[in-house]
């Protein structure tokens, strides 16, 4: 069974440091998707990243994916409060010719603080 | 605009109740998902369908049933629902060849 797990569950940070978020699954895969939700909303795509090595960056943000470690990072420059929200990555797990779906972590809650 | 939808938005419902959660997309993709999402937890996959006329169970399927209606459109029952299943619901779409999900804006459904 494919487990995805995210560190730290919670993260309070203040504005114009940097952090980042880990993601550690559990199964051969080269498919991983980092999320941003809103409070009470749909949940926004920021990237896919579906090789070893992969390096994605939008804005203050930027992912990563090593997947002989089974993990990803993403990594956040600079904290403003508009990036407050909670941050999910998903692994498609897809192998065997298995169909292809996305299993989520449990969820980073950012708080980014003035 | 093309997408997602699902309906209800939200919903109230008595322990033992019965009730179809509706989603339908425009996109034309082949996969269609039924998420569930508690707090903590994440977002859990409750059904899937890899194509028009198959379903498969994700992670939690007790309690729920699904059907694809046809290409468009992928429903979720819940035939007595329970206070366990108050949860927000998503589904999802994926086209085929590609790598993109596409997610409905949830329905926030609780039992009391």
């Known amino acids: 069974e494919l487990k995805v797990e995210q560190n730290p569950l919670f993260l309070s940070m203040q504005e114009g440091k940097n952090y980042t978020i880990y993601c550690n699954y559990s199964?051969?895969?080269?498919?991983l998707y980092w999320y941003r939700q809103d409070p009470g909303k749909s949940l926004e795509s920021l990237f896919v990243l579906l090789s070893n090595g992969a390096v994605k960056q939008e804005g203050r943000l930027m992912a990563s994916l090593d997947t002989k470690a089974r993990l990803s990072t993403l990594h956040i420059t600079a904290a403003v409060h508009d990036l407050s929200a909670t941050y999910f990555c998903?692994?498609?797990?897809?192998?065997?010719?298995?169909?292809?779906?996305?299993?989520f972590g449990t969820g980073t809650l950012l708080a980014v603080q003035p | 605009n093309a997408g997602v939808t699902q309906t209800p938005k939200f919903q109230v419902l008595k322990t033992g109740q019965s009730m179809t959660l509706q989603c339908a997309q425009d996109m034309n993709h082949n996969s269609m998902y039924w998420y569930r999402q508690d707090p903590g937890m994440g977002l859990r996959l409750i059904y899937y369908?890899?194509?028009?006329?198959?379903?498969d169970k994700g992670e939690v399927p007790n309690g729920y049933n699904v059907s694809r209606l046809n290409k468009r459109e992928f429903s979720l029952r819940l035939e007595s629902a329970a206070p366990s299943q108050t949860s927000v619901y998503f589904c999802?779409?994926?086209?085929?060849?590609?790598?993109?999900?596409?997610f409905g804006s949830g329905t926030r459904l609780t039992v009391v």
């Open positions: 199964t051969t895969s080269d498919r």
């Open positions: 999802a779409s994926r086209q085929s060849g590609g790598h993109g999900y596409t």
């Open positions: 369908s890899a194509s028009e006329g198959t379903t």
């Open positions: 998903a692994v498609d797990p897809q192998y065997g010719g298995a169909t292809n779906k996305l299993i």
